[in-house]
C-alpha cells in the first residue's frame, strides 16, 4: 500500500498533475496523469492508493494520451478511420486504447468515413481534377471500405465529369506541330484516363471540343516525322523495304493512311 503524498501541477501543461507515493521508503515521483482523472478518482493527499488502483490510473491516462493524439492529429484535417488507427499504432499506443478512442471519435461525430469520403471528393474533384477512378484508389489507400466510397461518389455526376474535362481540354489545344492529330487526342487520353477518368467519359467530353489539326498543320506533322523516320532508316534499307519501313513508322505515330500515301508519292 502507498500513500499519495504530494500532487502537484505540471509546469508546461496546467491540466497534467505529478502524483508523489510514500511506501514507506520516502516520497517519490509515481505518475502523471490528466486533471480528469484526478476529479474522476478523487485523488488527494493522504489518500491510499493500492497496486490495483494505481496499474488502473496509469491504464485510463495511457487511454487519455491517445485520445488527445488523435484529436490533435484531427485538428489539422478531417481523417478516416484507418488513418486514426495507423497513426496512434506508429505513436506505440496499445491496440485496446486505439479501438476505445476510436469508438469515441465516432460516438462524438468526430470520425466518420462517409463524411470523410464526401469531403475528400469535393476537395480534389475542385482542385487537382481528379477522376472517380483515381479517387477510389486514394480512398481505399485510405482505408475506406469500397461500398462508403461508391456511396460518396454517387455526387460525382458524369455531367460534371465532362464539363471538368471539357475545360482541361480547352487549355490543351496550343499544341506543336510535330504530332498526328490521332496521335494528340491518344496522349491527352491517356493523360486523363491517368488522372482517374473513365474512357467512356473521356469519348464524351473529346466530342465537344475540336482537336483535329487544319489539313495544313497535319501535313506539316508528317513532314517533319517523315523527316526524322527517313534519317533512321535511309541507311538501313532500300528500295521497297525502305518505303514500307517509313510507312509503318508513319502509320503508328497515327496519320492517315491517306495522308502516309500522299506523302510517299511526294518523295
Excluded at 13 to 25: A, E, I, P, S
Aim: net charge negative; glycine share 4%.
Amino acid at each position: 500500500m502507498a500513500i499519495i503524498s504530494k500532487i502537484q501541477i505540471q509546469v508546461k501543461n496546467k491540466q497534467r498533475y505529478n502524483v508523489f507515493l510514500d511506501t514507506g521508503k520516502g516520497e517519490e515521483y509515481a505518475l502523471s496523469v490528466d486533471e480528469d482523472l484526478i476529479i474522476k478518482h478523487g485523488l488527494r493527499k493522504g489518500m491510499d492508493l493500492d497496486e490495483d488502483a494505481l496499474i488502473e490510473l496509469i491504464d485510463e491516462d495511457e487511454k487519455k494520451k491517445a485520445y488527445y493524439l488523435a484529436i490533435n492529429y484531427l485538428s489539422y484535417r478531417m481523417r478516416s478511420i484507418e488513418e486514426i488507427r495507423t497513426y496512434l499504432q506508429k505513436k506505440e499506443k496499445e491496440e485496446h486504447h486505439i479501438e476505445e478512442v476510436i469508438l469515441k471519435l465516432i460516438k462524438d461525430h468526430l470520425l466518420n468515413d462517409l463524411e470523410f469520403a464526401n469531403s475528400y471528393i469535393r476537395s480534389k474533384q475542385a482542385t487537382l481534377m481528379k477522376g472517380p477512378i483515381k479517387l477510389k484508389q486514394e480512398l481505399l489507400q485510405k482505408g475506406v471500405e469500397e461500398t462508403i466510397i461508391e456511396q460518396a461518389l454517387e455526387q460525382y455526376l458524369i455531367e460534371d465529369q465532362v464539363d471538368i474535362i471539357v475545360k482541361w481540354l480547352e487549355k490543351q489545344k496550343k499544341r506543336s506541330v510535330k504530332t498526328s492529330n490521332r496521335a494528340f487526342l491518344e496522349k491527352l487520353s491517356n493523360q486523363l484516363q491517368l488522372k482517374g477518368f473513365a474512357r467512356e467519359t473521356i469519348v464524351e467530353a473529346l466530342k465537344e471540343v475540336d482537336l483535329s489539326n487544319e489539313e495544313d498543320e497535319e501535313w506539316k506533322a508528317i513532314c517533319f516525322q517523315g523527316e526524322k523516320v527517313k534519317r533512321k532508316y535511309q541507311e538501313k534499307y532500300k528500295g521497297w523495304e525502305y518505303k514500307q519501313r517509313i510507312k509503318q513508322f508513319l502509320y503508328r505515330k497515327g496519320f492517315s493512311v491517306e495522308l502516309i500515301e500522299r506523302y510517299i508519292d511526294d518523295e
